[in-house]
């Protein structure tokens, strides 16, 4: 029996699943994300998730056969780290992976992606077609995406391909992107950001308004929870529906994805709102042939779904590999 582990590693959580050689997940465990000292911290909160994992499946860490980890960046794929996180403290510079998991397991097949990576080689491990051009795009505390184009997931240079977040829509800087640069995707549409922009609008012309933006816990749930009861929150949602088509259309013309499914936080809790936007402009916008748009099948689960996927298949997520 062959043996295989899924690792997530998240800004808030980190996860880890064990499964048996037909992918049927026989133990799991998961923890919060350290917030410090240092980066070994997490490496070891990591390490202690897995041990958990591997104990509830009953197994010893070193019978697994493979591992795959899907994390947030960025990552030193040459080295197997995340450097200087942008979503954990400045006092943790630097979170060795690859090494210690593969010490651990007693395996060199531990598979390092970013989080988008793994998302899109869970989809499509699980997908029912298999499709060798598809994108799966998160809408969450950030934006970004895994790209597998000609049955191959594309990293780039550093792991850096499918920053799409990072993308300019907005010419005209309206909004700075928690990066620091005008007009990018992210600054408008992620959930950390819905909330600013919508107060931006409303210090344009502020109209009256059922929507605390006043408020400092005002939050893009209260955006979406007034959808068709406010005129500015419904303003609000059609102006988030006008930049994530936009950006969804730049992704169609740059990869010719047969199918890009969404995920992350926003999407999941709004999906109307956050797919039938783009869906209905798709259209107007696209040149190319109009990819289907679908909510993840995997929810929440999506990542570490992926890095077990990747466990199995080698790092691609191509199921004739198994
Ligand atoms: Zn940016």
């Excluded at 009953?58 to 996180?85: F, K, Q």
């Excluded at 929870?225 to 259309?249: K, P």
């Excluded at 199918?259 to 999941?268: D, K, N, R, S, T």
Aim: aromatic share 4%.
């Amino acid at each position: 029996m062959a043996y295989y582990v899924g690792i997530d590693l998240g800004a808030t959580n980190v996860r880890s699943v064990v499964a048996d050689d037909e992918g049927e997940i026989l133990g799991q465990a998961r923890d919060s994300t350290p917030r410090g000292p240092t980066g070994i911290a997490v490496t070891e909160a990591v390490l202690n998730v897995v041990r958990r994992a591997c104990d509830e499946a009953g197994i010893e860490p070193n019978e697994a056969t493979a591992a795959g980890i899907g994390a947030i960046g960025p990552l030193d794929l040459a080295e197997g780290a995340i450097e200087n996180p942008a979503n954990l403290p400045d006092t943790i510079d630097r979170i060795p992976l690859t090494g210690p998991v593969s010490v651990l397991l007693d395996t060199d097949d531990v598979y390092l992606h970013n989080d988008t990576n793994a998302g899109v080689i869970g989809e499509r491990f699980h997908s029912d077609r298999n499709p060798d051009d598809m994108v799966y795009l998160t809408i969450s505390s950030g934006v970004g995406a895994g790209v597998c184009v000609d049955g191959h997931v594309i990293s780039g240079w550093d792991g850096n391909a499918g920053e799409v977040g990072h993308m300019t829509l907005d010419p005209n800087g309206f909004m700075t992107c928690g990066c620091g640069h005008d007009g990018h995707w992210e600054g408008y549409c992620s959930g950390n950001n819905i909330p600013k922009y919508a107060r931006e609008l409303h210090a344009e012309d502020p109209v009256e308004t059922a929507l605390p933006v006043e408020d400092p816990d005002f939050s893009a749930v209260d955006v979406f929870e007034h959808a068709g009861e406010d005129e500015f929150a419904d303003h609000v949602i059609h102006q988030l529906g006008h930049w994530n088509a936009m950006g969804v259309a730049n992704i169609v013309h740059a990869y010719a994805p047969l199918i890009i499914y969404v995920g992350g936080a926003v999407a999941l809790n709004n999906p109307d709102l956050v797919l039938n936007p783009i869906r209905e402009k798709m259209g107007e916008m696209v040149m190319s042939n109009i990819p289907e748009i679908q909510l993840t099948t995997l929810g929440d689960e999506v990542v570490v779904e992926g890095a077990l996927a990747s466990a199995m298949t080698a790092g691609t997520g191509d199921r004739s590999r198994l």
